[in-house]
């Protein structure tokens, strides 16, 4: 225990007395730590995802791939699906559908006949069964699970809901009115969902309600994907049990025409995260565990560059220690602790650190889906799941950073360290040579990657939609009642600042983009590829300024919806050489006969992954969900006003939502932007390690060529030559690690570009850029130590001899 302790007593002097460089060591060991941290307790928040569940090994998500043209992968299923597993199969213990609400309107009665609040619910409510409660990890509040949901207009919420709802968590019995249809009639209290769940549901409705929102016939739709469902089989029971019996399913319920293309999939639910309709792709986890681990091994390498790099300031204790009795293991165990304590504190730092990050992490992570409300803490790491892997990676740190530094201290030759003749560490050199050039590389590699993501980013924000963007506001129109169109639009174009009001279900470009098949003329067959179907009245083309190629616009007589317009990519796709030829033919979409009335200009209808694709557009006003006003760009705070109150008086009992399109464009490049971010962020943390790194070698090199220095210097050595001295070595491996990196950095950003079809051209420049930077970077990193060296006095250097 007395060597132990005077092991530590040691150690803390060594650390007080070279506390310059022991602050830079335990700098650099914190950041990288907290970097590894925040990407670890991120991926940890990812994959704990829906694993509370009971039972959850047991329970199964269905879903659904559309094979049409192109393969499309739903996360639904059909709506009769979940009552048929559990009625017909015995080795299906629990099963239930359940439908997402998507701008609905929740309205609050104020007890004299009139509405005290109204709310614009989507994604956080949804219809389904009482086996919702089976399956789920739900604690009630009050209420009887196996009733709550049992009959139609029946509704259970979380206890924050009733709060927003009611004021108060004693709601029991209450009424909330649903799209000013139906009362729903508070029958269960829950506790608020936790935050590391896809199913986020603060209000269950009954799903038997739907029975009077929708006709019968909806509601065993079997060719229709409106709900999700969920199966819990029987202990012992293989999921491949459960994939036979949806072949036969499909086979018996689904019409012999549609077999081929419908396809039923079996997940397990703790997979709701990763797959589909998840936020967090497995890939992209595991891509952000081996970033966490490169920085954390950087912040390692950069330690024992400045662990050995002072290697012979510490030569001459190291013989005494020798010459007295230690033996090299003695000696592994005093360093060792040095690195402990360094470690222990660069920990500390590291906590605090992620502390300060998290906050940000969490509100980047609720802008990406608004729905989640995670709290992500420096706790839950030391909750017993984390610890399993925080440990250990402590440990490997210490393991990392401090064995090797020891182990070439602790073979120091004694005589040489004591009669001041020891130069270098055996091996030492070549080693940090090889960890230096794995530094150059990382550096490189982040930045080759972030120049492309930043110009990939860049050339998005300036892409060419094919139509006017700008000054444009869409108000969404109710889902039930009649629409007072022509009203509403006059009201709205009497309003000073509105240019132009059109009606439509989506504008031209959107995020739900389901192809539909078509026949084209005389055929009977559909076509062998498929469009997308916008509804629109006979101003869509002049609010967007969409342009007619050939033909004409639809016209205000067309009051049978008979017309409809096609883009340039359907008349190529159709092989078709001129446009004039589909002028006037008929047009089969979902079972109904139009008219091709004219062509317009190609435009885009997705995000920019997306190639521009064959659209249809159908003059039809009834099916419109949206009203798209443009404004004069002068007029636009003041007429959103007016447009806001003539809402109000037209549509008293519903909600007002609106938003620019321009913010909706936005919103394609968001991930973009976040993994931008996210990149730049790494890229600045992997070249402050490396030039921690490089001012470790740099000191390494003061040291062993001191004397060489002295030498060259009375020999009449210019300045510039000695710090060519630093240079030539600096500039060997920055060049090595370059030729590793820049075909590396090559082959992973064109294979990312190649998911769009709007993208840049990878270009030498790139890489050129890279280099150039990376030489600045290095060059004012060593050059003030560098110059140091070789302008101090030679005689210093060579009294010693």
């Given at each position: 225990?007395?060597?132990?302790?005077?092991?530590?007593?040691?150690?803390?002097?060594?650390?007080?007395?070279?506390?310059?460089?022991?602050?830079?060591?335990?700098?650099?060991?914190?950041?990288?730590?907290?970097?590894?941290?925040?990407?670890?307790?991120?991926?940890?928040?990812?994959?704990?995802?829906?694993?509370?569940?009971?039972?959850?090994?047991?329970?199964?998500?269905?879903?659904?791939?559309?094979?049409?043209?192109?393969?499309?992968?739903?996360?639904?299923?059909?709506?009769?699906?979940?009552?048929?597993?559990?009625?017909?199969?015995?080795f299906v213990e629990s099963a239930v559908k359940l439908e997402t609400f998507f701008g609905r309107t929740i309205s609050i009665p104020n007890g004299q006949g009139g509405w005290e609040k109204k709310f614009n619910e989507s994604r956080n409510m949804c219809f389904t069964e009482s086996q919702y409660f089976d399956l789920f990890g739900v604690e009630w509040l009050s209420?009887?699970?196996?009733?709550?949901?049992?009959?139609?207009?029946?509704?259970?919420?979380?206890?924050?809901?009733?709060?927003?709802?009611?004021?108060?968590?004693?709601?029991?019995?209450?009424?909330?009115?649903?799209?000013?249809?139906?009362?729903?009639?508070?029958?269960?209290?829950?506790?608020?969902?936790?935050?590391?769940?896809?199913?986020?549901?603060?209000?269950?409705?009954?799903?038997?309600?739907?029975?009077?929102?929708?006709?019968?016939?909806?509601?065993?739709?079997?060719?229709?994907?409106?709900?999700?469902?969920?199966?819990?089989?029987?202990?012992?029971?293989?999921?491949?049990?459960?994939?036979?019996?949806?072949?036969?399913?499909?086979?018996?319920?689904?019409?012999?025409?549609?077999?081929?293309?419908?396809?039923?999939?079996?997940?397990?639910?703790?997979?709701?995260?990763?797959?589909?309709?998840?936020?967090?792709?497995?890939?992209?986890?595991?891509?952000?565990?081996?970033?966490?681990?490169?920085?954390?091994?950087?912040?390692?390498?950069?330690?024992?560059?400045?662990?050995?790099?002072?290697?012979?300031?510490?030569?001459?204790?190291?013989?005494?220690?020798?010459?007295?009795?230690?033996?090299?293991?003695?000696?592994?165990?005093?360093?060792?602790?040095?690195?402990?304590?360094?470690?222990?504190?660069?920990?500390?730092?590291?906590?605090?650190?992620?502390?300060?990050?998290?906050?940000?992490?969490?509100?980047?992570?609720?802008?990406?889906?608004?729905?989640?409300?995670?709290?992500?803490?420096?706790?839950?790491?030391?909750?017993?799941?984390?610890?399993?892997?925080?440990?250990?990676?402590?440990?490997?740190?210490?393991?990392?950073?401090?064995?090797?530094?020891?182990?070439?201290?602790?073979?120091?030759?004694?005589?040489?360290?004591?009669?001041?003749?020891?130069?270098?560490?055996?091996?030492?050199?070549?080693?940090?040579?090889?960890?230096?050039?794995?530094?150059?590389?990382?550096?490189?590699?982040?930045?080759?990657?972030?120049?492309?993501?930043?110009?990939?980013?860049?050339?998005?924000?300036?892409?060419?939609?094919?139509?006017?963007?700008?000054?444009?506001?869409?108000?969404?129109?109710?889902?039930?009642?009649?629409?007072?169109?022509?009203?509403?639009?006059?009201?709205?174009?009497?309003?000073?600042?509105?240019?132009?009001?059109?009606?439509?279900?989506?504008?031209?470009?959107?995020?739900?983009?389901?192809?539909?098949?078509?026949?084209?003329?005389?055929?009977?067959?559909?076509?062998?590829?498929?469009?997308?179907?916008?509804?629109?009245?006979?101003?869509?083309?002049?609010?967007?300024?969409?342009?007619?190629?050939?033909?004409?616009?639809?016209?205000?007589?067309?009051?049978?919806?008979?017309?409809?317009?096609v883009n340039e990519t359907f008349v190529k796709q159709l092989g078709i050489a001129s446009s004039n030829e589909v002028i006037g033919k008929p047009i089969h979409i979902k079972g109904t006969e139009h008219i091709i009335a004219g062509v317009v200009k190609d435009f885009r209808t997705g995000n920019l992954h997306e190639p521009i694709r064959p659209i249809a557009l159908v003059h039809d006003l009834s099916h419109s969900s949206m009203a798209v006003l443009t404004f004069a760009p002068s007029a636009v705070s003041s007429a959103t006003k007016t447009v806001e109150?003539?809402?109000?008086?037209?549509?008293?009992?519903?909600?007002?939502?609106?938003?620019?399109?321009?913010?909706?464009?936005?919103?394609?490049?968001?991930?973009?932007?976040?993994?931008?971010?996210?990149?730049?962020?790494?890229?600045?943390?992997?070249?402050?390690?490396?030039?921690?790194?490089?001012?470790?070698?740099?000191?390494?090199?003061?040291?062993?060529?001191?004397?060489?220095?002295?030498?060259?210097?009375?020999?009449?050595?210019?300045?510039?030559?000695?710090?060519?001295?630093?240079?030539?070595?600096?500039?060997?491996?920055?060049?090595?690690?370059?030729?590793?990196?820049?075909?590396?950095?090559?082959?992973?950003?064109?294979?990312?570009?190649?998911?769009?079809?709007?993208?840049?051209?990878?270009?030498?420049?790139?890489?050129?850029?890279?280099?150039?930077?990376?030489?600045?970077?290095?060059?004012?990193?060593?050059?003030?130590?560098?110059?140091?060296?070789?302008?101090?006095?030679?005689?210093?250097?060579?009294?010693?001899?």
């Amino acid at each position: 225990m007395l060597m132990y302790w005077h092991y530590l007593t040691f150690a803390w002097r060594r650390i007080r007395r070279e506390k310059k460089i022991n602050l830079i060591r335990i700098a650099n060991l914190g950041i990288g730590l907290a970097s590894g941290l925040v990407i670890f307790l991120v991926v940890n928040y990812m994959l704990t995802f829906d694993r509370y569940h009971p039972e959850v090994e047991r329970s199964y998500w269905v879903v659904t791939d559309l094979k049409r043209e192109t393969t499309l992968q739903t996360d639904a299923a059909p709506r009769p699906l979940a009552e048929v597993l559990r009625r017909d199969y015995s080795f299906v213990e629990s099963a239930v559908k359940l439908e997402t609400f998507f701008g609905r309107t929740i309205s609050i009665p104020n007890g004299q006949g009139g509405w005290e609040k109204k709310f614009n619910e989507s994604r956080n409510m949804c219809f389904t069964e009482s086996q919702y409660f089976d399956l789920f990890g739900v604690e009630w509040l009050s209420g009887d699970p196996q009733k709550a949901l049992a009959t139609p207009n029946a509704i259970v919420i979380s206890e924050r809901y009733a709060e927003k709802y009611f004021q108060t968590t004693l709601a029991l019995g209450k009424t909330v009115r649903l799209d000013n249809r139906v009362n729903l009639t508070v029958t269960g209290i829950i506790k608020n969902p936790p935050s590391n769940t896809q199913l986020r549901y603060d209000g269950l409705v009954s799903y038997a309600t739907l029975t009077n929102l929708e006709p019968p016939t909806a509601l065993n739709d079997w060719l229709g994907l409106q709900s999700m469902c969920f199966v819990r089989l029987r202990k012992g029971i293989s999921p491949n049990q459960l994939t036979t019996a949806l072949a036969a399913v499909q086979k018996k319920h689904l019409p012999a025409a549609q077999l081929r293309n419908f396809s039923y999939h079996v997940l397990p639910l703790t997979e709701l995260n990763h797959a589909r309709s998840g936020m967090a792709p497995r890939p992209i986890l595991f891509a952000l565990m081996a970033v966490g681990l490169l920085l954390v091994a950087a912040a390692c390498i950069n330690y024992i560059n400045l662990a050995t790099a002072q290697a012979l300031q510490r030569a001459h204790e190291t013989g005494v220690r020798k010459v007295v009795g230690s033996n090299r293991w003695q000696l592994i165990k005093q360093f060792m602790t040095e690195t402990a304590l360094l470690t222990f504190a660069a920990v500390l730092l590291a906590l605090i650190l992620t502390q300060l990050a998290l906050p940000v992490v969490n509100d980047t992570l609720t802008q990406q889906d608004e729905t989640l409300h995670p709290n992500i803490s420096v706790l839950d790491v030391f909750t017993p799941n984390a610890l399993l892997w925080f440990v250990p990676l402590v440990l490997g740190v210490v393991f990392l950073a401090g064995f090797y530094p020891s182990w070439v201290l602790s073979g120091f030759n004694p005589i040489k360290a004591l009669a001041g003749r020891l130069t270098r560490a055996k091996g030492g050199l070549t080693i940090r040579r090889t960890l230096i050039t794995g530094q150059f590389l990382l550096t490189q590699l982040f930045l080759i990657v972030v120049l492309v993501i930043t110009s990939q980013l860049r050339h998005m924000q300036k892409a060419d939609w094919g139509f006017r963007t700008n000054d444009k506001l869409v108000v969404w129109l109710p889902k039930q009642g009649p629409i007072p169109y022509e009203r509403l639009r006059k009201s709205w174009l009497d309003t000073p600042g509105v240019q132009s009001v059109t009606f439509a279900n989506e504008p031209p470009v959107s995020p739900y983009n389901r192809p539909s098949p078509f026949s084209y003329h005389t055929s009977t067959e559909p076509e062998s590829f498929e469009i997308l179907v916008r509804t629109a009245d006979e101003h869509y083309l002049s609010a967007f300024g969409l342009a007619l190629v050939k033909g004409q616009n639809f016209s205000k007589t067309d009051t049978s919806r008979h017309e409809v317009l096609v883009n340039e990519t359907f008349v190529k796709q159709l092989g078709i050489a001129s446009s004039n030829e589909v002028i006037g033919k008929p047009i089969h979409i979902k079972g109904t006969e139009h008219i091709i009335a004219g062509v317009v200009k190609d435009f885009r209808t997705g995000n920019l992954h997306e190639p521009i694709r064959p659209i249809a557009l159908v003059h039809d006003l009834s099916h419109s969900s949206m009203a798209v006003l443009t404004f004069a760009p002068s007029a636009v705070s003041s007429a959103t006003k007016t447009v806001e109150a003539i809402w109000n008086n037209t549509f008293p009992e519903d909600i007002y939502r609106r938003s620019f399109l321009n913010e909706l464009l936005d919103s394609f490049t968001k991930m973009e932007q976040l993994l931008a971010g996210f990149v730049q962020i790494f890229a600045f943390i992997a070249i402050v390690m490396n030039c921690l790194g490089l001012y470790g070698l740099v000191t390494f090199m003061a040291e062993k060529r001191a004397k060489e220095i002295g030498v060259r210097r009375v020999l009449g050595a210019r300045t510039e030559q000695l710090l060519w001295v630093f240079g030539r070595e600096f500039s060997r491996l920055l060049l090595v690690g370059f030729a590793v990196a820049a075909p590396l950095g090559w082959w992973l950003t064109s294979g990312w570009l190649q998911q769009y079809a709007y993208r840049i051209q990878m270009s030498g420049w790139f890489l050129v850029a890279t280099l150039g930077l990376m030489v600045a970077i290095t060059a004012a990193t060593i050059i003030g130590h560098a110059m140091k060296a070789v302008v101090t006095n030679p005689v210093k250097h060579l009294r010693a001899e």
